[in-house]
C-alpha cells in the first residue's frame, strides 16, 4: 500500500534533498553515512527546526532569520513506519530518546532499520512538540512539483514557497532548545498519560506587519 504526504523543509540550497552522503551528522544518520532527509510533517516545523538548530531563542532573535522554505509531495510505495513514545520501545529505544539531545541511540536505531530495509520513519519532532517529522533513507532527487514523478522512489516534486520570509510571529515560544533544562512537553505529557497538540500561535495583522 502507497503513501502520499505533503512535508516541509527549510534548505538554503537551490535543492532541499540529496543523493550524496551526508557530510554531517543528525539524528538518524552518522556522519559519511548514506543520505537521509528529514522532512517536517507541518508547514511551521521548519522554521522551529533552524531556529532550534541555530539555538535563536526570543523574539529579536527569531526575526532576523531569513531562510528559504520548500513544500515537497512525497510518494512511498510502502507507508512510513512509525516510532512513536508509545512504539520506541520496539526498535531499541527509549521514549526519550527520539527527542533528546544525545542522538547516539537513533543512530544506533536507524542502522538497524536501514539493515532491514526500512526507507521511511515518522517519529515526533525534537524543535516543535506534538507534530511530527517524516525521514527519508536514500537518495532523493528533486522534481517539479506539479509532476509526476518518474521514480516516486528517487524523485520527489518540490516548490520553493518563499525565498525571504522569516519565523511566524510567536512561533518561537512553542520551540523546544537544547540544553534547555526542561523535559520535552509532548513526552512530559506522555508519560503524564495525556494527549498533547501543537497549538499554532494566532495571526494577527498587527503580527504581520512586525
Known amino acids: 500500500m502507497s503513501a502520499e504526504l505533503v512535508a516541509f523543509r527549510a534548505s538554503a540550497y537551490e535543492r532541499p ?18 543520505p ?7 508547514p511551521m516545523g521548519p522554521w522551529a527546526e533552524v531556529l532550534r538548530h541555530l539555538g535563536r531563542r526570543g523574539a529579536e532573535a527569531a ?5 528559504p ?6 510518494t512511498l510505495t510502502e507507508p512510513p513506519q512509525p516510532i512513536t513514545f ?19 541511540p537513533c543512530r ?40 509526476a514523478p518518474i521514480d516516486p522512489g528517487l524523485d520527489i516534486p518540490a516548490a520553493l514557497l518563499q525565498q525571504d520570509g522569516r519565523c511566524p510571529e510567536g512561533l518561537w515560544e512553542a520551540v523546544h532548545h537544547r540544553g534547555g533544562g526542561r523535559r520535552h512537553p509532548a ?6 498519560g495525556v494527549p ?5 500561535p494566532p495571526v494577527t495583522a498587527a503580527g504581520l506587519r512586525t
Open 17 to 34: 534533498l540529496w543523493a550524496l552522503p551526508n557530510r554531517v551528522a543528525g539524528r538518524w544518520n552518522a556522519a559519511g553515512d548514506p
Open 36 to 42: 537521509v532527509q528529514y522532512l517536517a510533517l507541518h
Open 187 to 192: 513526552l512530559r505529557a506522555f508519560r503524564s
Open 108 to 147: 544506533e536505531a536507524a542502522a538497524r532499520l536501514r539493515a532491514e530495509g526500512v526507507g521511511a520513519i515518522v517519529t515526533p519532532s525534537a524543535a516543535l512538540p506534538g507534530t511530527e517529522v517524516l525521514v527519508l533513507f536514500g537518495a532523493r532527487v528533486v522534481a517539479a512539483y506539479d509532476r
Open 196 to 200: 498533547y497538540r501543537f497549538t499554532q
Open 69 to 74: 522554505t520548500w513544500a515537497l509531495r512525497v
Open 86 to 104: 508509545a512504539s520506541a520501545p520496539q526498535a531499541g529505544l527509549r521514549p526519550e530518546d527520539l527527542v533528546a539531545d544525545d542522538h547516539r
Open 63 to 67: 526575526r532576523s532569520v531569513r531562510v
